[in-house]
């Protein structure tokens, strides 16, 4: 769905990404991982059409994303940044509702979807909350379930970019996010994901992209990209990887 070849990005100060060669899949979530300053966010913005690249190019179906108008683009690509805010005293439902502004659905139709993604983010006991009243993780949800708005239904021709949708999470409402993003990627939604867990990411992502200095050190399923040699390299911390016994996937031990 959202393909980027030899993509690159670079500032005053160097190159922040280089040669980044990725495809995001319907049906799928790819987890990327990796250091702070290693271009993640750098990646996010570009995958976005919000930087303009160095050089590459990133198409969206078969369109170049360049070539999208902003209405069309809102319709097919949602994103939700690192920090979202707003200064104003909309209530939850308001903002939730927001994400419907690019559709001509109707207020019916709208209602209910948003009555759904407030349900999914477990926010529908505080619809009728201010903004300004919540809590770093309440606000986080709040805006996810904005974009799950925007892109809804989900469809194999739309893609979801969160950069660190669980930071200001507790570990219940971790978990219960990172479902709701593997539902709707069983819709048929593409999504790719910024977490620095890498036991999250191992459990909820199909694949990771590992990056280190605006460049890719690994991609693939989490049993290929989390090896305690690569992870030393990117991360410099002595790991040790064994199967969660109830759920399979890898398990990061840190020594």
């Not at 209602?111 to 477990?122: A, G, H, N, S, W």
């Not at 977490?195 to 049993?223: F, V």
């Amino acid at each position: 769905m959202l393909k980027a070849t030899e993509l690159s990005v670079q500032h005053a100060n160097g190159w922040r990404i280089r040669d980044i060669d990725l495809e995001l899949r319907s049906g799928e979530i790819l987890g990327v991982i990796g250091p702070n300053g290693a271009g993640k966010s750098t990646l996010f913005g570009a995958l976005c059409g919000d930087i303009r690249p160095t050089s590459g190019d990133i198409m969206l179906g078969a369109t170049p994303l360049a070539a999208w108008s902003p209405e069309a683009r809102a319709l097919n690509l949602a994103v939700l940044p690192q920090t979202s805010t707003l200064s104003f005293a909309f209530t939850v439902r308001q903002v939730a509702g927001f994400g419907r502004l690019p559709h001509a659905t109707g207020l019916h139709t709208d209602t209910r979807i948003v009555d759904t993604v407030l349900d999914l983010c477990d926010l529908t006991e505080l619809a009728q909350r201010h903004y300004t009243t919540l809590s770093g993780g309440e606000r986080q949800r709040t805006h996810l379930a904005r974009i799950l708005a925007q892109l809804w239904p989900a469809t194999s021709d739309k893609v979801l970019l969160l950069d660190e949708p669980t930071s200001a999470l507790d570990p219940h409402h971790q978990h219960s996010i990172l479902k709701v993003i593997r539902q709707m990627a069983n819709q048929g939604l593409a999504v790719a994901v910024v977490l620095h867990d890498m036991n999250l990411a191992a459990r909820y992502c199909d694949r990771l992209l590992l990056l280190k200095h605006g460049q890719m050190e690994g991609l693939g399923s989490p049993e290929e990209v989390l090896c305690p040699d690569r992870l030393k390299a990117v991360f410099d911390l002595d790991v040790l990887i064994q199967e969660h016994p109830v759920h399979g996937h890898p398990l990061v031990i840190y020594l």
